[in-house]
């Protein structure tokens, strides 16, 4: 049983430049959500998509945007990067018929984004 | 942006001992998790607490759900090397119940001496 995979591993950008960054959840699961983690410090939410759709988003600008397709995959796209955008992004996986039960939510191993 | 109090932010322990470290808030949470982060990977989920007062235990990790539902508690017996790494705790406000939009803490750094 895969887990949560994550594209690529690792991604150099320069800034103004635009990055996708993908992931695939845990079989069973339907529910996918974004993290940015910065050099240090704990994950943020980035925001969730659940049935194609973003159902939560946390204090991120537009700039940052996201897809879900039918088999559950997810995308996440950053426009015009920053230097700050620097970060460990990170993919979490969870099923959202035992959400208010089993409130579980498992990591990939992250796409690294460097800025230059 | 928002991340819980999570102490202490580092420890340098002997192989052997007890680790314990908690991590508050000033929000009510219905669901606290908690990760360790080895570096350049991503979080693995270690243990998950549901209801105020519960003490759940894996291995020789036992977490806590503090009564007032604005804490939780991570202890390690017994530690051995493999331990080194980062502890995130995460919850899940009362507000966003039912959803996966988890605030985590600052982390732990914790280094195990042989």
């Known amino acids: 049983d895969a887990g949560v995979t994550q594209s690529p591993t690792h991604l150099i950008k320069t800034r103004g430049q635009q990055v996708t960054l993908r992931c695939s959840p845990k079989s069973g699961h339907d529910t996918v959500s974004w993290y940015q983690q910065a050099l240090g410090q704990g994950p943020q939410f980035i925001f969730q998509?659940?049935?194609?759709?973003?159902?939560q988003r946390g204090n991120f600008p537009d700039r940052f945007s996201g897809h879900q397709f039918p088999n559950y995959s997810s995308e996440l796209n950053v426009n015009a990067l920053l230097l700050g955008d620097s970060a460990l992004y990170l993919c979490?996986?969870?099923?959202?018929?035992?959400?208010?039960?089993?409130?579980?939510?498992?990591f990939g191993p992250g796409t690294r984004l460097t800025v230059l | 942006g928002q991340q819980l109090n999570q102490s202490p932010q580092s420890m340098f322990i002997q192989e052997g001992e007890d680790v314990s470290m908690n991590c508050t808030s000033s929000s009510i949470f219905n669901t606290w998790l908690w990760y360790k982060q080895d570096p350049g990977e991503g979080p693995v989920l270690l243990i998950a607490?549901?209801?105020?007062?519960e003490l759940t235990s894996n291995g020789r990790l036992t977490a806590q759900f503090g009564i007032t539902r604005k804490d939780s508690f991570l202890n390690i017996s017994a530690s051995i090397p493999s331990d080194v790494g980062i502890y995130f705790c995460a919850g899940n406000p009362l507000r966003s119940s039912g959803t996966y939009k988890y605030i985590f803490g600052t982390g732990t750094r914790l280094k195990v001496l042989a």
């Open positions: 979490a996986s969870s099923s959202k018929l035992l959400a208010l039960r089993f409130n579980e939510q498992f």
């Open positions: 998509y659940y049935e194609e759709e973003e159902r």
């Open positions: 607490l549901y209801k105020a007062g």
